[in-house]
């Protein structure tokens, strides 16, 4: 029998360890402080305590949702928008979503399948490896992360032990995050100004396009590629 050297088994013990972080914040942030995630106005007053620092400490909150991403990430948006106001809320938002992304492919990236699988189920995570294999790996992942309804934040961990390269993960997934952002920082603006008109015209149309999201993503994916094949031929 071998001498046992810690050194060996020093691959599990990270992996190890990133999932007891991963339980640990998701413990914290969602089971005991999700009624602030529910609430921007009582967010607004924590982050605004934190003064010339809040902004930062709102980045690392939209990196958290993003990594731990059963975390509300849409709210946390939304209080962008209420704190910081369209612009400014939807770049910050922008830099901390992206960022939590681009961490969240990178774990996925050096821990491989046995990370991913103990965290996203082994159905969810082949389901949308499928859907990757339809055409451009690139593209795809331009309109997944671009439709409403689809497990963004999840994805990110998946898209990690894809063929899609760091590079192109992180262009192609920013880009089609932008228009969302915009639009739930733009809605928790409004909040702020009383606007009800438009937040209910928004809340209807956002609920209605994550509706056709969840139920038809998939196939709104395959009739993209099928009518650009069509269009090529």
């Known amino acids: 029998m071998g001498k046992f050297d810690i050194r060996d088994y020093k691959s599990e013990i990270v992996l190890g360890i990133l999932l007891l972080l991963f339980a640990w914040i998701g413990y914290e942030y969602y089971y005991q402080y999700r009624y602030l995630v529910k609430n921007p106005r009582e967010l607004k007053e924590i982050i605004m305590s934190y003064g010339k620092y809040g902004i930062l400490v709102f980045i ?47 774990i996925a990236r050096v821990y491989g399948k046995p990370f991913v699988y103990k965290i996203i189920s082994k159905k969810q995570v082949k389901h949308f490896h499928k859907i990757l294999s339809l055409g451009s790996i690139n593209y795809i992942v ?63 149309s956002m609920s209605a396009l994550f509706i056709i999201g969840v139920l038809k993503g998939e196939k709104i994916i395959k009739d993209i590629l099928k009518k650009d094949e069509n269009q090529i031929i």
């Open 60 to 106: 690392l909150m939209q990196i958290i949702q993003v990594i731990v991403f059963f975390i509300p990430g849409e709210i946390v948006q939304i209080a962008g928008g209420y704190i910081y106001g369209t612009i400014y809320g939807s770049l910050i938002s922008l830099v901390g979503i992206c960022l939590g992304g681009l961490i969240s492919y990178s």
């Open 142 to 204: 331009f309109l997944l992360y671009l439709i409403p309804g689809i497990p963004k934040d999840a994805l990110g961990y998946i898209c990690g032990i894809s063929s899609i390269s760091f590079k192109n993960f992180a262009l192609y997934s920013t880009l089609a995050r932008i228009p969302g952002i915009i639009v739930s920082a733009y809605f928790g603006a409004n909040i702020g100004e009383r606007n009800t008109t438009i937040l209910i015209l928004i809340a209807i």
